[in-house]
T-cell receptor, first 113, second 109 residues
Framework: DAMVIQNPRYQVTQFGKPVTLSCSQT?????MYWYQQKSSQAPKLLFHYYDKDFNNEADTPDNFQSRRPNTSFCFLDIRSPGLGDAAMYLC????????????FGPGTRLTVT | GQNIDQPTEMTATEGAIVQINCTYQTSGFNGLFWYQQHAGEAPTFLSY??LDGLEEKGRFSSFLSRSKGYSYLLLKELQMKDSASYLCAVMGSNYQLIWGAGTKLIIKP
């Protein structure tokens, strides 16, 4: 089945220790998104890619970086995680920039100790 | 600014009907979405409205009034598995989603 895959599902990292979250898709969608969602809050868009064109949200901290080496894969790098970065990180795709449906991966729950 | 408002939590009884409201103020409008999110899981798509009126899909219906900046999600014949958060999101002028914080729906037997 075509899908959006995120690994790992649960990630524990130490305060200040770099961590990378990964996302892959078999949908061949042009657009990929990274969201951060804290408990009982709305998902917050961090970045999105239209193909290889990278779009950073204005309020995304510099501590967060992203890479999309090819259509299928996208990575979220947190250079120096703080306690406030503990959250669910959701990857999503859409077929085109103005497609109405976004397809979400299962998410990676990040814990910072 | 851009704003999506929905109730924080609602409680309903198994077998009953519940309506979850959403009001929005956004710069631009390219449709309104409802997503279901079970605890610890990713959101899953429920419905999309871009024109005024009611869209029915099985036990779930979604209504939109663009002039009022208002939508609701109607869930009929509630089942225990419907216990989840329901997120309202508006696609703005740049085709990105603006999300509400979600309504936690608790279903009681």
């Amino acid at each position: 089945d075509a899908m959006v895959i995120q690994n790992p599902r649960y990630q524990v990292t130490q305060f200040g220790k770099p961590v990378t979250l990964s996302c892959s898709q078999t949908l061949n969608h042009n657009v990929m998104y990274w969201y951060q969602q804290k408990s009982s809050q709305a998902p917050k868009l961090l970045f999105h890619y239209y193909d290889k064109d990278f779009n950073n949200e204005a309020d995304t901290p510099d501590n967060f970086q992203s890479r999309r080496p090819n259509t299928s894969f996208c990575f979220l790098d947190i250079r120096s995680p703080g306690l406030g970065d503990a959250a669910m990180y959701l990857c999503a795709t859409s077929e085109t920039a103005n497609s109405y449906e976004q397809y979400f991966g299962p998410g990676t729950r990040l814990t910072v100790t | 600014g851009q704003n999506i408002d929905q109730p924080t939590e609602m409680t309903a009884t198994e077998g009953a009907i519940v309506q979850i409201n959403c009001t929005y103020q956004t710069s631009g409008f390219n449709g309104l979405f409802w997503y279901q999110q079970h605890a610890g899981e990713a959101p899953t798509f429920l419905s999309y409205n871009v024109l005024d009126g009611l869209e029915e899909k099985g036990r779930f219906s979604s209504f939109l009034s663009r002039s009022k900046g208002y939508s609701y999600l109607l869930l009929k014949e509630l089942q225990m598995k419907d216990s989840a958060s329901y997120l309202c999101a508006v696609m703005g002028s740049n085709y990105q989603l603006i999300w509400g914080a979600g309504t936690k729906l608790i279903i009681k037997p």
